[in-house]
């Protein structure tokens, strides 16, 4: 209401020292106040370290907490916070093949006899890869009575809003063979409802007490899943003295897509 006025003219415009001294005491309205914190860390491997499946290295971790604090004339406490942390976990296998008649006993002369020296099999896939990541946002605002004088105040209430995510992906690349490639890939993403005052019933009031890292490590309900399987085979045409001008390839793909329903609750 006064915000085009200078505190030092509000104070002088009152005619009683109570007056003086309730302006005086609002003297802590800023304009805006903001935090701003981020942190990241990464750890990466020693250029001679063998590599391992189970190596510190393969991951890679994150993190990052913002806040932002603002007050004005309207505003008597505006607060945002935002939290993100996750995990990449990412390993390449060294190839491990078993071909049983590519050694030289097994030899088989004719070039129709070609494929049977081709069969070949993988033990491990070429790569897995993992990830996470917590995404939490909470806001909170309440608003001043900025009545005139003599005008009954209003209760007005603190208002919040939560929004915390939990998501993981994973995703494989096989190759079974040299011609046959199998691709895996998974989605799944949480939403954490943990900040009601009966646990994740959404039709109780909200525990206004809870913040942003009171049960930060809940992984929540599904909301969505999706996952992706892809095969690829080359066509054997090249095996064959009498085809092996011609090259081809077969793909399949299966999709699978599930969300949540939410029912509404009188």
């Given at each position: 209401m006064y915000d085009d006025l200078k505190l030092n003219d509000r104070i002088a415009a009152e005619t009683t020292q109570e007056a003086k001294d309730q302006v005086y005491n609002k003297r802590k309205i800023t304009p805006k106040e903001q935090v701003l914190t981020s942190l990241g860390f990464e750890k990466n491997r020693g250029e001679e370290a063998e590599e391992n499946f189970y190596d510190i290295e393969n991951f890679t971790f994150n993190y990052s907490y913002n806040e932002t604090n603002h007050r004005d004339f309207e505003i008597a406490n505006l607060q945002e916070q935002n939290v993100t942390t996750g995990f990449v976990y990412n390993h390449s296998f060294k190839p491990l093949t078993i071909a049983p008649f590519v050694k030289k006993r097994f030899t088989v002369y004719g070039a129709y006899w070609k494929w049977l020296k081709e069969l070949n099999l993988s033990l491990l896939p070429s790569t897995v890869t993992v990830n996470s990541n917590i995404n939490r946002n909470f806001n909170q605002q309440q608003f001043r009575d900025?009545?005139?004088?003599?005008v009954d105040a209003l209760d007005l209430p603190l208002l919040q809003q939560r929004n915390y995510?939990?998501?993981?992906?994973?995703?494989?690349?096989?190759?079974?063979?040299?011609?046959?490639?199998?691709?895996?890939?998974?989605?799944?993403?949480?939403?954490?409802r943990n900040y009601f005052n009966q646990d994740n019933n959404s039709a109780s009031l909200i525990n206004q007490e809870l913040d942003i890292w009171d049960g930060f490590w809940d992984i929540g309900e599904p909301n969505r899943h999706a996952q992706q399987l892809q095969l690829n085979y080359d066509l054997p045409f090249k095996l064959v003295p009498v085809l092996d001008f011609i090259?081809?390839?077969?793909?399949?793909?299966?999709n699978f897509d599930w969300q949540r329903g939410w029912r509404c609750i009188n």
């Amino acid at each position: 209401m006064y915000d085009d006025l200078k505190l030092n003219d509000r104070i002088a415009a009152e005619t009683t020292q109570e007056a003086k001294d309730q302006v005086y005491n609002k003297r802590k309205i800023t304009p805006k106040e903001q935090v701003l914190t981020s942190l990241g860390f990464e750890k990466n491997r020693g250029e001679e370290a063998e590599e391992n499946f189970y190596d510190i290295e393969n991951f890679t971790f994150n993190y990052s907490y913002n806040e932002t604090n603002h007050r004005d004339f309207e505003i008597a406490n505006l607060q945002e916070q935002n939290v993100t942390t996750g995990f990449v976990y990412n390993h390449s296998f060294k190839p491990l093949t078993i071909a049983p008649f590519v050694k030289k006993r097994f030899t088989v002369y004719g070039a129709y006899w070609k494929w049977l020296k081709e069969l070949n099999l993988s033990l491990l896939p070429s790569t897995v890869t993992v990830n996470s990541n917590i995404n939490r946002n909470f806001n909170q605002q309440q608003f001043r009575d900025v009545l005139e004088p003599g005008v009954d105040a209003l209760d007005l209430p603190l208002l919040q809003q939560r929004n915390y995510l939990f998501n993981w992906q994973y995703a494989l690349n096989y190759t079974l063979t040299k011609s046959l490639r199998l691709n895996i890939q998974a989605s799944n993403s949480n939403i954490v409802r943990n900040y009601f005052n009966q646990d994740n019933n959404s039709a109780s009031l909200i525990n206004q007490e809870l913040d942003i890292w009171d049960g930060f490590w809940d992984i929540g309900e599904p909301n969505r899943h999706a996952q992706q399987l892809q095969l690829n085979y080359d066509l054997p045409f090249k095996l064959v003295p009498v085809l092996d001008f011609i090259t081809g390839q077969y793909s399949y793909t299966s999709n699978f897509d599930w969300q949540r329903g939410w029912r509404c609750i009188n």
